[in-house]
């Protein structure tokens, strides 16, 4: 007597093809203040199909225009100051074919403004750098285990919201001596998702 036990792994085949453009400008608008504008465009096609189910197959493009501005101002020789804004995407994609699992995921974007500044004291022996950034993201991905399919799926929720200031400085008291300190806080809050999503 023999008991025979059969595993079968959910099995996916995925392909992707991607480009992506970019430049950038930086302009003195004065000897103390530095514009830069770059620009990138991302795309990215997948496909996806689970060998044993061929209408699985699906195929979507995903792309994105992405500005970035940034300006920077050099109040001293030790202090420089700037502000950023700037916009980041990920590729959305395909799960793997399994009941209750959502096909397809939606590609993230996020909005990103940051002010801070770089500095030096000490004739050089202390640099201390700062920042605050907030953040919106829409369709932020996260991956998650279903404990039903036994697979990995990656889901999306609709908005949320960023935010956290960075603090970090060095200390060379020595040409022998180093002394480093980091400090960051973030804040994290789901404007908007969809709760069907993850039942």
């Known amino acids: 007597f023999a008991d025979e ?3 079968e ?3 996916d085949r995925q392909e992707s093809e991607a480009f992506a453009v970019f430049g950038q400008i930086n302009y ?3 000897d103390v203040l530095e514009l830069t504008l770059a620009l990138r465009y991302d795309e990215e096609k997948r496909e996806g199909v689970d060998p044993r189910d061929p209408a699985s197959f699906d195929s979507r493009t995903f792309d994105e225009l992405q500005p ?3 300006l920077a101002w050099q109040a001293t020789d030790d202090l420089l100051a700037y502000a950023t804004l700037a916009r980041g995407f990920r590729s959305g994609g ?7 699992v959502t096909r397809t995921f939606e590609a993230e974007t996020s909005d990103t403004m940051e002010l801070g500044f770089k500095s030096t004291l000490i004739d050089g022996v202390l640099s201390v750098n700062g920042a605050y950034f907030t953040t919106k993201q ?3 991905q996260f991956t998650r285990f279903n404990p039903i399919t036994f697979s990995l799926e990656q889901l999306t929720i609709a908005e949320v919201d960023i935010s956290g200031i960075e603090l970090e400085s060095w200390w060379s008291p020595t040409d022998s ?3 480093q300190f980091g400090f960051g806080l973030i804040d994290n809050e789901i404007e908007s ?3 069907a999503a993850f039942d």
């Open 138 to 140: 829409d369709n932020a």
């Open 9 to 11: 792994i959910v099995r």
């Open 193 to 195: 998702f969809d709760p």
């Open 28 to 30: 003195d608008m004065s």
């Open 68 to 70: 970035k501005a940034s």
């Open 5 to 7: 036990f059969v595993f």
């Open 177 to 179: 001596i180093d002394v």
């Open 94 to 100: 395909f799960n793997e074919v399994a009941p209750g």
